[in-house]
């Protein structure tokens, strides 16, 4: 089975000169949830307007379920949906006139029982008849979503979806997206929220200044770049370390009263309980401990900030 | 050919029409009336018959093409320019759909709009004054490809606008000066003959012209000339339209 996304040497110069994609290439496998994660400006919505048909490509090739997107256009973006990041609806159209439009504007006859389930499962179905423009902003985007399923895709792309969202809609977002993958979608979002990558996503590509400088799964990539935590919480605080200790870079934290300890969880020996049996013998006492687990935000602002 | 599509967008802009139907017919009732109670009842009764009909019959077809002029263009730059404006037409531009299939819709709504109301203004103008139209074929024939074409050309101005008062300045001053001076309610011989060799130069004298011809059997120009010439307007705008879909011009990025 070919990708549901193939990205070629993918290069996007605009006519101001700055170049927001150079050379990138990316492939996406059917029914995953792959999170693209950037800073602002790092080429993400540039990505996904070129695949969409919004943007043209400067050079590269562009591949849907093994589909070239300028020559068989009709074919690939039958099969696509774009939430894109920035609200933008027809303000005097029913929620029910306009999501039945998207269905046609991609090809598709009239099918009053999908548009139904889909204003159902988006909690829309009670503002059919509103007109958008009387809709709240989360309403709104939820109006967006449904547009993008109006054609029952089966590459999904969600632009910053929960940006500026309330809790209760990115719940429900994340739901609704693990319940398309279910039925066999693929999902593609953008987002420089961490958490919604790491809660999402099976895969994780990150991108910076126009190059994907990493794809990993989101677990091996946790595992790769993670470094645990070890925290101690002193009985007395102290002011600086024994001699023995400095070497094995250890921190004072919060006045005294913490020990930090990093360590890798690869490492062949995580250096613990050596650690452990040196405060003992030179007498200093702990109350508690706690290990922690670096997020992917760490991770993530540790490879862009290498890559600067 | 993405049937649904077209149907779609065709739909959507006819559906725009009609919420504004009380405007968009009543404007230009009460407007043709407007003229006909001036040009026609006040300042005709005191002009002999041109062309062998009385002056009220006479600029009933200018005011018709005067009319489908400005409404074709108004309706369809607007018709475009209104979803890049508000950046609905990131949705168009993803569909499965080509260039040709979103102008046949949008260019489509337009003109049928324009011919809604160019029909309506004939009804109006049938109160006012006795009314023949010896070649009716040819009538609805201009009918159609002035509509179409001034759309087209609408459509073309309202991709190159980048705000709200380009979209004006086009039809205000050019196509607003071309359609009073272009024989709307006059005969071209009523005009000195160096005004009548640069009235050659205006577009518009040929379509008022060969419509005429086709409501009272004469014209200033051959309607053959004017057919020809709304012909030609019609492949250079549809040229412009291909090449801007082609390069993506103000469309894309």
Not at chain 1, 98 to 107: C, D, K, P
């Amino acid at each position: 089975m070919p990708p549901a996304l193939s990205i070629r040497n993918l290069t996007k110069t605009y006519a101001s000169g700055f170049t927001a994609l150079k050379g990138v290439d990316l492939d996406v496998q059917p029914g995953e949830i792959f999170a693209l994660l950037g800073p602002n400006g790092a080429g993400k919505t540039t990505l996904i307007g070129i695949v969409c048909g919004l943007v043209n490509a400067s050079d590269g090739v562009v591949h849907v379920h093994g589909d070239d997107i300028v020559v068989d256009y009709r074919k690939t973006r039958s099969i696509i949906g774009l939430v894109p990041q920035e609200v933008s609806l027809d303000a005097f159209e029913s929620v029910w006139a306009t999501v039945s439009y998207s269905r046609g504007l991609f090809g598709k006859g009239r099918n009053p029982a999908h548009v139904e389930g889909l204003l159902r499962a988006l909690s829309l179905w009670d503002k059919k008849d509103e007109k958008v423009i009387n809709l709240s902003g989360g309403m709104k985007r939820r109006v967006m979503i449904a547009k993008a399923l109006a054609h029952e895709p089966k590459l999904l792309f969600l632009d910053e979806p929960t940006a500026g969202v309330d809790v209760e809609l990115r719940r429900d977002m994340w739901e609704m997206v693990r319940g398309l993958r279910a039925t066999g979608v693929t999902i593609i979002l953008t987002t420089h929220y961490i958490e919604e990558a790491e809660e999402m996503a099976d895969r994780i590509g990150v991108i910076s200044k126009g190059e994907i400088i990493l794809v990993e799964d989101k677990a091996a990539l946790m595992q790769r770049f993670g470094k645990k935590k070890l925290e101690l919480e002193l009985v007395e605080p102290l002011s600086e370390l024994p001699a023995g200790l400095a070497a094995r870079g250890l921190e004072i934290t919060d006045a005294g009263r913490r020990l930090v300890y990093s360590y890798d969880t690869q490492g062949e020996r995580t250096g613990i309980t050596a650690l452990l049996a040196e405060l003992s013998s030179a007498g200093i006492r702990f109350r508690d401990l706690e290990t922690r687990q670096s997020s992917l935000e760490d991770i993530f602002v540790d490879l862009v900030r290498e890559r600067a | 050919m993405n049937f649904h599509a077209v149907k779609a967008i065709y739909t959507f802009e006819m559906a725009r029409t009609f919420r504004t139907i009380m405007q968009s017919i009543i404007s230009p009732v009460v407007s043709t009336s407007l003229y006909f109670v001036v040009f026609g009842a006040a300042i005709g009764s005191r002009i002999e018959t041109i062309d062998g009909v009385s002056y009220g019959a006479f600029i009933v077809p200018g005011l018709i093409m005067m009319s489908l002029l400005t409404l074709s263009i108004s309706n369809a730059s607007f018709g475009i320019y209104f979803p890049k404006f508000t950046g609905t037409i990131y949705e168009v531009l993803s569909a499965p759909i080509s260039y040709f299939e979103i102008v046949l819709a949008y260019v489509g709504a337009a003109a049928t709009k324009s011919m809604m109301i160019g029909l309506v203004i004939l009804a109006t103008a049938a109160f006012f004054v006795d009314l023949q139209i010896q070649h009716p074929f040819m009538m609805v024939l201009f009918l159609v490809l002035t509509s179409v074409s001034f759309s087209l050309f609408g459509f073309i101005i309202g991709i190159w606008a980048d705000g709200f008062e380009k979209l004006q300045i086009i039809p205000l001053l050019i196509v607003m000066p071309l359609a009073f001076l272009g024989g709307t309610f006059y005969s071209l011989d009523m005009l000195p003959p160096v005004w009548q060799t640069i009235s050659l130069a205006n577009p518009v004298v040929y379509l008022v012209s060969g419509f005429r011809w086709s409501f009272i059997g004469t014209s200033d120009v051959s309607v053959w000339v004017s057919l020809a010439m709304t012909l030609f307007f019609l492949v250079i705008c549809l040229g412009i339209v291909s090449w801007m879909f082609r390069t993506g011009y103000r469309l894309k990025k």
